[in-house]
């Protein structure tokens, strides 16, 4: 079975632009969360969607949204970018509650 | 709140010397407790997890956990570590909501 699927890969934005990252989760799979890795340090949550419903909010500005589709892929922007944008984000899907899977995550670059 | 804290920024071991990476917890009520590992440009994988019951849990590639409610720790083991297995640990605590740990870097020398 194929994992979770995030693009693009890599990308290099300019500060005060805006992005927007992708993720399709594992089939059968209806929750998505997000998560930013800074780099040294560990993962940080930003989104949790299930059902297209936000489910929990991490400690982020509104400058972070996100949203999920009828099929359960969802997409994460980010607008105004500041130079500490600058991370791996990562996209995590799970079946039960409290059991997430990774995708290999977007390099995000803001120059 | 929800945290965690792993001790040991890096880590270096001989190839086929044992390992152990430690892990404390804060977390409210009974946790859920996870570690995963990254290898360098990649996503996270999940090595084991635990919810209930057994204390000890096996995992994949070897590994095995140890939860100790008392001590608030949740330590990860390998009995004899591969070249293979160098990359970065972390520890995560939580339910739909997981908080990390800085991670534990880990270095294999032949």
């Known amino acids: 079975d194929a994992g979770v699927t995030q693009s693009p890969t890599h990308l290099i934005k300019t500060r005060g632009q805006q992005v927007t990252l992708r993720c399709s989760p594992i089939s059968g799979h209806k929750s998505v969360s997000w998560y930013q890795q800074v780099l040294g340090q560990g993962p940080q949550f930003i989104f949790q969607y299930y059902e297209k419903e936000e489910r929990g909010r991490g400690n982020f500005p509104d400058r972070f949204s996100a949203r999920q589709f009828p099929n359960y892929s969802s997409e994460l922007n980010v607008n105004a970018l500041l130079l500490g944008d600058s991370a791996l984000y990562l996209c995590a899907s799970s079946l039960s509650p409290y059991e997430q899977y990774f995708g290999p995550g977007t390099r995000l670059t803001v120059t | 709140a929800q945290s965690v804290t792993q001790p040991d920024i890096h880590i270096t071991v001989s190839e086929g ?23 360098p440009g990649q996503g996270l994988q999940l090595l084991l997890k635990y919810f209930s019951g057994d204390t000890l849990v096996q995992g994949i590639k070897g590994f095995e956990a140890e939860f100790k409610r008392s001590q608030s720790s949740f330590n990860l083991r390998k009995p004899s570590v591969h070249w293979s297995d160098a990359a970065e640990y972390f ?8 908080s990390f740990g800085a991670g534990t870097t880990v270095t294999v020398r032949a």
């Open chain 2, 17 to 39: 010397a044992s390992l152990e990476l430690r892990c404390n917890y804060s977390y409210g009520a009974t946790p859920y407790l996870f570690w995963y590992v990254q290898s």
């Open chain 2, 91 to 98: 520890c995560a605590v939580g339910g739909d909501k997981l």
